[in-house]
C-alpha cells in the first residue's frame, strides 16, 4: 500500500506541476474515493502536505520579488481567524463522527466543483473585469473585500483542504486585475503558508493526520512536480484544465452520489 500511496503522490504532484492547480482538489477526493480514507483524515493529512509543499514554493517566490505582502496580509486577517473557527466548530460538532464526516464529503465536492468553475472561467472573468473597470474595487472597499475573501476561503480550506490554489487565484486575479500571473501565483501560495499550517495544525489537534502517509504522499510528489513542470511545456495548457476539469467534475459527482 505504501508504494501505491508513493505513486499516488507522483500523480498529483505530476498534474499539479503541468496544470498549476492546487493538490488538495486532487489529492483529498483521491484519498477518499480511491482508499477509502475517512474524510476528515483525508483533509487533515492533505493540510499537512499543503503546508509543506506551499513553504517551499514560497521561498521560491519570494526570491524572484513575486509576493505582494500587503495582499498577503490582509487575505491572512480574514483568513487565520476563519480557520480557527472553523477548527473549534470541528471539534465542538466531533469531526471523526460519521455525520461530520458526511459533511466534510459534500464540502470536499462543493469545493472541488468550485475549482472546475474556477479552471474553466477563469479567462472569461478576467475579460469582464477587465472590461468594466467602473466595477473594481480600490482603496478601503477593496481591502475589506479581500478580508472577506480570505475568511471564506480560510473556512473553506479548513474544512475540505481545497481552496487555496485555482479557487485562490482566481479571487485575486478578480480584485486585482493589474497582478502579473506570477504575482497572483506567488501570492497565492504566500497566503496559503499560514492558513494551510495553522489548518493542518488544529487537525493534529483533532487527531485527524495520518503521519505515515503523510511521509509516503511527500516521497512521491516532489519528483512528480518536477517532472509535470517540464511536461506542461509540450502539453497545451486549454487541453490540460479542460481534461483536468472534466475529471474533477467526475470526482464531484461520485462524492455526492
Known sequence: MSLTYVMSGF????????????????????????????PSVAVGTDLAFA?????????????????????????????????LVATFALHRFGALTPAI????????????????????????MLA??????GRQLH???????????????????????I???AIGATILLMLYPRLSPAEIA???????????????????WLGSIDWLLLATLLVGSVPGITLG???????????ARTLLAVTLTGVAAKLIY
Open 229 to 239: 513542470a517540464w511536461a506542461s511545456r509540450a502539453v497545451p495548457e486549454r487541453v
Open 163 to 165: 481552496g487555496a490554489g
Open 51 to 83: 503546508s509543506l509543499t506551499k513553504t517551499a514554493g514560497t521561498i521560491t517566490h519570494r526570491s524572484k520579488g513575486n509576493v505582494q505582502w500587503g495582499i498577503v496580509l490582509r487575505l491572512c486577517a480574514g483568513a487565520l481567524p476563519a480557520a
Open 11 to 38: 500523480a498529483v504532484g505530476l498534474l499539479v506541476g503541468m496544470t498549476g492547480v492546487g493538490g488538495g482538489s486532487l489529492m483529498t477526493p483521491l484519498l477518499t474515493l480511491l482508499f477509502g480514507v475517512t
Open 128 to 133: 469582464w473585469v477587465h472590461a468594466s473597470p
Open 139 to 161: 482603496g478601503r472597499a477593496l481591502s475589506l473585500a479581500t478580508v472577506f475573501a480570505g475568511a471564506v476561503l480560510g473556512t473553506l480550506v479548513t474544512i475540505s483542504s
Open 101 to 124: 464526516g458526511l459533511v466534510i464529503r459534500y464540502s470536499i465536492a462543493v469545493s472541488v466543483l468550485l475549482t472546475v468553475v474556477a479552471l474553466m472561467f477563469r479567462a472569461r
Open 186 to 204: 506567488g501570492t497565492d501560495i504566500a497566503y496559503a503558508v499560514p492558513l494551510t499550517a495553522i489548518a493542518a495544525a488544529g487537525h493534529w
